[in-house]
């Protein structure tokens, strides 16, 4: 599972990085060293050809989504903060996944992630469980393979209100490995560069070849550090929380 991560970049090298044309200026997103559930992420949606048939990788666009899918047949938004993740091995399966796995693909650009390791205070000897920063050797930002989905809140009678429209990501996951699998058992699911465009192209639309699109964050070169319990609050946020200490 991953239930926290870590966005820093601004939106102008994401658009860079990403080959991106188009992004909201007026909607740029803070810096989030602590992303937690149901908070405003930024994600690469669908490539598509250059209206101008000119030469070039396909445009695309980065705009905020929030965390947590909620699907387009649910009666509340608040089933979003369970959907956080959609498990790769059963992704083309699950109802509120399967119609996103081939219509609907983004990039979640993230730093690194944080997962929990079970273990014991030294202090007092009880239980409690250890987080982690796991992030890419080289400190290269990682696209996390995504899906988004549209929900329409049924209680506003306009289409054209902006608040009628609630656009929500999820993160795919697999077994974990590398570094990441001394932590936790499960790992998120990353891109490499010459797989962004089939991902983000909306003709592709075959579950077995898009899944296998899919490989380690950092192709497993990923570094695990114990950091400080207060990354467990969520109104905790700051460069500080990726300090690594001492166990």
């Known amino acids: 599972m991953c239930g926290r991560y870590v966005s820093t970049r601004r939106p102008q090298d994401l658009a860079q990085l990403f080959h991106v044309d ?30 101008d048939g000119g030469a070039g990788a396909p445009s695309g ?31 083309h399966e699950k109802p509120a996944f399967r119609r996103a796995l081939v219509k609907r693909r983004c990039l979640l650009p993230a730093d690194g992630f944080y997962e929990w390791m079970p273990g014991k205070d030294p202090a007092t000897g ?35 209100d902006p608040a ?14 590398d570094a990441a699998g001394h932590v936790h058992p499960r790992m998120s699911l990353a891109l490499t560069e010459d797989h962004y465009e089939a991902w983000l192209d909306p003709t592709h639309q075959d579950p077995n070849h898009l899944r296998a699109l899919l490989g380690q964050p950092a192709d497993g070169h990923l570094e695990a550090r114990p950091v ?9 946020n700051g460069p500080q929380l990726l300090d690594p200490i001492s166990l």
């Open 164 to 177: 009628a429209w609630l656009m929500t990501c999820t993160i795919i996951t697999t077994e974990a490995t």
């Open 228 to 236: 400080s319990t207060a990354v467990n609050n969520v109104r905790n």
């Open 22 to 51: 188009e992004w909201p200026n007026a909607e740029a997103l803070a810096p989030n060293w602590n992303v937690a559930p149901t908070d405003d992420v930024w994600a690469i949606l669908e490539r598509t050809p250059r209206e």
């Open 61 to 91: 666009e980065l705009r905020p989504l929030r965390w947590g899918l909620v699907p387009s047949w649910a009666k509340e938004p608040e089933i979003g903060a369970r959907m956080i993740n959609a498990r790769v091995e059963t992704v």
């Open 126 to 160: 009880k239980a409690r469980k250890q987080p982690y920063s796991i992030h890419p050797e080289d400190d290269q930002v990682m696209a996390l393979a995504g899906l988004y989905e549209y929900w329409r809140d049924p209680v506003i009678t306009q289409d054209d």
